[in-house]
C-alpha cells in the first residue's frame, strides 16, 4: 500500500488549498484516514482524521476553517484548507490506519511522503 499526497504549494493569508491522498495497492478496505502535520521545530501534530463511516475530528486549531472527507471507492482523502493562515505553514502527512489487504487480516498503518504548505502573511 502506498499513499501519495498532492496540492501544497505557496498561498497567501485568508486564501485557500485543497490536498489530496490517494492510497494504491491491494486494498480491501481502510478505517481511518488523517492529515498530520509538522512545522520547523516541532513535532508532528494531528489535523484531522476521518472514519470509514464519515465521522470527523478536527484539532481546534482548525476548526471551522478546513474540512476533511473521503472517498471510500477512490481510497482518497482530502483536506479542504480555508482561511489559511501563516501558523498552517508546515508539512502535510496523510495517514490511513488499518489498511487491509485481506478482510480477516489487520492491516498496516502507512504514511504518504509529505506536501509543503506555505502560508504568507
Known amino acids: 500500500v502506498q499513499l501519495q499526497a498532492s496540492g501544497g504549494g505557496l498561498v497567501r493569508a485568508g486564501g485557500s488549498l485543497r490536498l489530496s491522498c490517494a492510497a494504491s495497492g491491494s486494498i480491501f478496505s481502510i478505517n481511518d484516514m488523517g492529515w498530520y502535520r509538522q512545522a520547523p521545530g516541532k513535532q508532528r501534530e494531528l489535523v484531522a482524521c476521518?472514519?470509514?463511516?464519515?465521522?470527523?475530528n478536527y484539532a481546534d486549531s482548525v476548526k471551522g476553517r478546513f474540512t476533511i472527507s473521503r472517498d471510500n471507492a477512490k481510497n482518497t482523502v482530502y483536506l479542504q484548507m480555508n482561511s489559511l493562515k501563516p501558523e498552517d505553514t508546515a508539512v502535510y502527512y496523510c495517514n490511513a490506519e488499518n489498511a487491509r489487504t485481506v478482510p480477516w487480516r489487520r492491516g498496516g498503518d502507512y504514511w504518504g511522503q509529505g506536501t509543503e504548505v506555505t502560508v504568507s502573511s
Open positions: 476521518i472514519t470509514s463511516g464519515g465521522s470527523t
